[in-house]
Every structure is written in C-alpha cells, then in structure tokens.
T-cell receptor
Framework: AQKITQTQPGMFVQEKEAVTLDCTYD???????LFWYKQPSSGEMIFLIY??????QNATEGRYSLNFQKARKSANLVISASQLGDSAMYFC?????????????FGSGTKLNVKP | DTGVSQDPRHKITKRGQNVTFRCDPI?????LYWYRQTLGQGPEFLTY????????KSRLLSDRFSAERPKGSFSTLEIQRTEQGDSAMYLC???????????FGPGTRLTVL
C-alpha cells in the first residue's frame, strides 16, 4: 500500500484565493511526522510545514496551515491568499518512527498553478 | 550560503559511462541522505549515512551504484555503466542528530543518452 497518497496531480487557483492540497497517509506506527515541501522548477525541495502525530493543534506557518485529521489519516495543506510565486510542485511526506534513522516517504506530488 | 550544495547541477552522459555526483551537507549535520526523483514522482530513498557510516541502503540501489562519505562530511554517489533508466534528479539531504527535518540540496539532474 502507498504510504502517502496525493490524489490531485494538478490544481489551479486564482491569485489571492485559498487552496487546499490533499494528502492521506498510511501507517500503523503511533509516532510519525507529516511534512509538506514545495519544489519549484529549480528543483530544490523547500520545507513548508510539519505536524507531529502527537500534536494537538494544527500546525501553521505564515500563509501555510496543515489540516490534520488523525482519524481520517489526512494531512491537507491549506495555502491562504495564493501568490504567483506559489506555483510549484507540492509534496506531502511522512516520517515513521520517533528517532534514529527514520523512514521518509513522499507522495507523487501536486502541481499548483496560480493564475493572475 | 550555508545550505546543502550539490555538484554538478546537470550531467549529460552516454549510456555505459560512469558518473559521480558530490553533495556537501550543512556543516554540522551528521546525517546525510541520497534520494532519486524521476519525472512526475516524489523522491525515493536511496541511502543514508550517519557520519561516515552507511547505515541503510534501498533495494533501488543496485550494484552499479555506490556511495561514500569518507570523512563524515561531503558524500559522493557514483553510478557505473549508466543506463537510460538512471536518468533522474538525484537529491541529497542532511539533518542533525534526531532533527526531524531533512534539508535538501538543489539536486543533480542526470540525463543518460
């Protein structure tokens, strides 16, 4: 089974509007972490936001927030007030395990296009 | 710039040739990871170092691939007898101790003709 599933290959959003990128995950480990990365066309993976499995509140970082629904095993990324510079690939990733070497799994990504 | 750096950024080679990529992690980071990313996919784990010790290798890492981190600082990834299927972006990442975050470099894009 896929560890991380991103069902939206591509998304369009109007500039200044909010957009939600979907991510579901699969793990039986009680300790895990969820990440979102942005990958512009230059190739570098840019860390956006992190949610730990024991965190009670949804993570927020500026215009990024993570809608964490543990029972549904979903970790959707919400980008508020989209900007043209947000156009990029977005990857959801999961770390399994609390420490030591952690397996890190990535989804297949969502390509976001922000329209002016 | 104190981030992860990779060299070269792009490499075009003919099938059957050997190639070597270099990764310089963030200076105090003791953990270093190599990933491969093919078009339209997320990165896939290849191998992991803690200091100079290679502790984990993916089954994706065939015997044509070898990675080293001789002094626990920079790392090299060598692919021998390249095949067209090796064409991909090779990403390096580093982290510190139990730091949960991996910091990625810009990647090396390999094209095998």
């Amino acid at each position: 089974a896929q560890k991380i599933t991103q069902t939206q290959p591509g998304m369009f959003v109007q500039e200044k509007e909010a957009v939600t990128l979907d991510c579901t995950y699969d793990t039986s480990d009680p300790s895990y972490g969820l990440f979102w990365y942005k990958q512009p066309s230059s190739g570098e993976m840019i860390f956006l936001i992190y949610q730990g499995s024991y965190d009670q509140q949804n993570a927020t970082e500026g215009r990024y927030s993570l809608n964490f629904q543990k029972a549904r095993k979903s970790a959707n990324l919400v980008i508020s007030a989209s900007q043209l510079g947000d156009s990029a690939m977005y990857f959801c990733a999961m770390r399994e395990g609390p420490g030591g070497f952690n397996k890190f799994y990535f989804g297949s990504g969502t390509k976001l296009n922000v329209k002016p | 710039d104190t981030g992860v750096s990779q060299d070269p950024r792009h490499k075009i080679t003919k099938r059957g040739q050997n190639v070597t990529f270099r990764c310089d992690p963030i200076s105090e980071h003791n953990r270093l990871y190599w990933y491969r990313q093919t078009l339209g996919q997320g990165p896939e784990f290849l191998t992991y170092f803690q200091n100079e010790a290679q502790l984990e290798k993916s089954r994706l890492l065939s015997d044509r691939f070898s990675a080293e981190r001789p002094k626990g600082s920079f790392s090299t990834l060598e692919i021998q007898r390249t095949e067209q299927g090796d064409s991909a972006m090779y990403l390096c990442a580093s982290s510190l101790g139990s730091d949960l975050q991996r910091y990625f470099g810009p990647g090396t894009r390999l094209t095998v003709l």
